[in-house]
């Protein structure tokens, strides 16, 4: 990706990118939030992969429009009152936003816009540290990679220990221990994705700022956005059993092919296909979010 979003993305039609990649990062962090402190990895091993089904997201709300005409103005009296010019349609002021302060400065205009979006204690947490900028470009740089950074945000992690079942001497991904991350998918999935992709789009210069000095061009945080929302959307969805190989402090895939995985793929695996499917379709609207604003 060469452009960055907010310039001409799709070269097959003229849609343009208003937003910056915002829903997909944001939405796709909150969750990689929670993922990163599971105490264990798993394993799988004779396990089936199915393909991810076909899953449209709902179109976005088109704003409502008023096609109203201005009232017919009457014809003048002999001395009419000087009146202004009305125009049959006068485009609203345009109101530039407040200018953002400088990234060191910036946690509370950050949680000022991001906090009110849901009463999820879950989801209110994960604002509460310092250097809220910061911490979410190293969250979103290395979850495009595939990477799960444990200790930057805070949340409460899933209630209960991670779930195993033993059958005939072998270790197996308990499918119950599913529900414990549904809390965490619902939260996500409930979050408006035009809040979001708008109020990326109200932070991205200190977003972009903040990932230069990580190293990389902040130009290219558009990719990184776009790289992690395709990573989700396109992960291997499995069903069980899912076995698992235990070792002394972790367990681990017991399937080749799945422990060598990434960290994030091996994290919406230890979710449940029903909860990865969640939140992929959310992916999926948040991307076409994207490519369709500002067509």
């Known amino acids: 990706m060469s452009e960055r979003i907010g310039d001409v993305y799709e070269k097959s039609g003229?849609?343009?990118?208003?937003?910056?990649?915002?829903?997909?990062?944001?939405?796709?962090?909150?969750?990689?939030?929670?993922?990163?402190?599971?105490?264990?990895?798993e394993p799988l091993a004779s396990v089936t992969p199915v393909p991810a089904s076909a899953l449209e997201s709902a179109p976005a709300p088109n704003p409502a429009i008023d096609?109203?005409?201005?009232?017919?103005?009457?014809?003048?009296?002999?001395?009419?009152?000087?009146?202004?010019?009305?125009?049959?349609?006068?485009?609203?002021?345009?109101?530039?936003?407040?200018?953002?302060?400088?990234?060191?400065?910036?946690?509370?205009?950050?949680?000022?816009?991001?906090?009110?979006l849901s009463e999820n204690v879950n989801y209110r947490l994960l604002w509460q540290a310092d250097n809220l900028?910061?911490?979410?470009?190293?969250v979103i740089s290395g979850a495009s990679r595939g990477s799960l950074i444990g200790g930057i945000l805070s949340f409460q992690q899933p209630a209960g220990a991670f779930p195993v079942t033993t059958r005939n001497g072998h270790i197996y991904l308990d499918e119950k221990g599913y529900q414990r991350f549904q809390p965490i998918v619902a939260t996500l999935i409930n979050l408006k994705?035009?809040?979001?992709?708008?109020?990326?789009?109200?932070?991205?210069?200190?977003?972009?700022?903040?990932?230069?000095?990580?190293?990389y061009p902040a130009k290219d945080f558009d990719k990184c956005l776009i790289t992690l929302l395709d990573e989700v959307i396109n992960a291997p969805i499995f069903v069980g059993p899912i076995e698992l190989n235990s070792t002394s402090v972790l367990y681990t895939f017991a399937e080749p092919e799945l422990e060598e995985l990434t960290a994030l793929e091996k994290q919406l695996i230890r979710m449940g296909p029903e909860n990865t499917s969640q939140l992929q379709r959310y992916a999926k609207t948040v991307r076409n979010l994207l490519l369709k604003s500002g067509g």
């Open 67 to 116: 096609f109203s005409r201005v009232p017919s103005i009457p014809e003048p009296a002999a001395e009419p009152e000087s009146t202004p010019e009305t125009t049959a349609q006068s485009s609203p002021p345009v109101t530039k936003p407040e200018p953002l302060p400088a990234l060191a400065e910036s946690d509370a205009v950050v949680r000022d816009y991001f906090v009110p």
């Open 193 to 215: 994705p035009e809040a979001l992709v708008a109020g990326f789009h109200r932070f991205r210069p200190l977003l972009e700022e903040s990932f230069g000095f990580l190293g």
């Open 14 to 41: 003229n849609a343009t990118l208003i937003w910056a990649g915002v829903g997909i990062v944001i939405g796709i962090v909150i969750v990689a939030g929670w993922w990163y402190l599971q105490p264990k990895e």
């Open 133 to 138: 900028i910061e911490r979410w470009v190293t």
